[in-house]
């Protein structure tokens, strides 16, 4: 059988290592993807240093771009050359973090001209997690594609996106924004505040400040409040102070009690509502987009084959800048993407790198 090199957590806190795994030839509406770009995202600390929903060795990463190189007997849409990306996680075979990802079509987009794989690898798993917290967990509507003219229901109310310079959050911004949501509040680090307005952001406030609550407070009222987040101490105790009854709260789960670093190791927690003081009638959830598939068959079909290429051709989202990686082998730039989170170097980017060394 066939096989290829893939980057693999193998215990906490331990680094990483390249394992061998089968290459598998695609089936029914299966592709074959040569991996040469991907991203490394908070989820692969929460892996390797806190074992979240891992058992190693186990190969990481869930943004693949690259080409097609094979293609299965079903496949309708794709074709040997095409180059696409996707948020890709569900089992070994569609891991990104290898040289090779088998994946079904509809799990990939194509990459639209003028753009480059790192551009677009910093796509996929935000802009999935953004339509399915805002669809799934707030309830928001985001028909597709959106009638000339929309007005959302409660286009005029406040939502605030609690960490706008997040790779998540960036992209809530300039999706909410899209649909014609006018009242968006965001917190992040002041040196990103311009941007996040020219993404659709109305009022900015610096999440380090003493007075942020006291500030959004007196902004505006908020009714859905989307946690890019989910830290105990620095995003929800802060919004339980700001969230009245009746709006509704999701949280990108886990919840991050302490931070992993180079000494200790991180505390997670998956019951948003544990140690927090919310007012009653706040509808408060955790986000799980590994669920998005489940939750709705359209954008099962369609959110990532074409809706994410299309908002990104026509530049209604932007991608996250990039801090491209660098390093000898495919192994090197995985554990130094590694250190940088554990390190939290990431601020308003996301960290990509080459994948295949071939
Ligand atoms: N459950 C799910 O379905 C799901 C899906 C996707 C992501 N997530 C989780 O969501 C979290 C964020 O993911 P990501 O990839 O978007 O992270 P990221 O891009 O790596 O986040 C880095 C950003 O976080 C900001 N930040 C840090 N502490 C903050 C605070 N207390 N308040 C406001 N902003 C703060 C920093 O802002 P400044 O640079 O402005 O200081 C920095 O730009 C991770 O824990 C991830 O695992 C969960």
Redo the contacts with the bound molecule.
């Keep these: 059988m066939a096989t290829h090199a893939a980057v693999a957590t193998v215990g906490l806190k331990q680094h990483l290592a390249i394992i061998q795994v089968p290459t598998i030839k695609p089936q029914a509406d299966e592709v074959r993807v040569h991996v040469e770009w991907t991203a490394s995202?908070?989820?692969d600390l929460?892996q390797n240093d806190g074992g979240l929903l891992v058992k190693p060795p186990q190969v990481l990463g869930d943004g693949t771009a690259g080409t097609v190189i094979e293609v299965g007997p079903g496949v309708k849409r794709l074709k040997v050359g095409d180059k696409v990306f996707g948020f890709t996680w569900r089992e070994q075979k569609e891991k990104a973090h290898q040289e090779f990802c088998t994946a079904p079509e509809w799990l990939l987009g194509l990459l639209p001209k003028g753009f480059t794989l790192a551009e677009a690898v910093t796509l996929p798993?935000?802009f999935v997690?953004v339509f399915h917290a805002l669809t799934a967990d707030l309830n928001i509507e985001l028909p597709w594609p959106k009638p000339v003219n929309y007005i959302p229901r409660g286009a005029d109310e406040g939502v605030l996106i609690?960490?706008g310079?997040?790779?998540?959050?960036q992209f809530a911004i300039q999706i909410l924004k899209y649909y014609g949501y006018t009242k968006i509040l965001t917190?992040?680090?002041k040196r990103?505040h311009e941007k996040l307005r020219s993404f659709g952001a109305e009022f900015t406030f610096d999440?380090r400040d003493l007075h942020v609550v006291d500030d959004i407070l007196n902004a505006e009222r908020v009714s859905l409040v989307l946690d890019?987040?989910?830290?105990f101490q620095?995003?929800i105790k802060k919004i339980a102070r700001i969230a009245k009854s009746e709006s509704r709260v999701a949280i990108?789960?886990?919840v991050?009690v302490r931070d992993s670093n180079e000494d200790v190791g991180p505390i997670y927690e998956m019951d948003v509502k544990k140690g927090v003081d919310w007012e009653n009638g706040i509808d408060v959830r955790g986000?799980?987009?590994?669920s998005y598939l489940d939750h709705n068959e359209f954008f099962k079909y369609h959110l990532q084959a074409d809706i994410m290429p299309t908002m990104l051709k026509e530049r209604i989202v932007e991608p996250n800048n990039q801090k491209i990686i660098e390093g000898k082998t495919m192994l090197v730039r995985a554990q130094e993407a590694m250190n940088v989170l554990r390190r939290k170097g990431?601020?308003?980017e996301?960290l990509v790198w080459r994948v295949s060394d071939m």
């Design positions: 995202t908070p989820l929460h798993n935000n997690t609690w960490g310079s997040s790779s998540v959050g917190t992040a680090s990103h999440y890019c987040i989910g830290s620095g995003s990108l789960l886990p991050i986000v799980r987009t590994h990431a601020s308003g996301r």
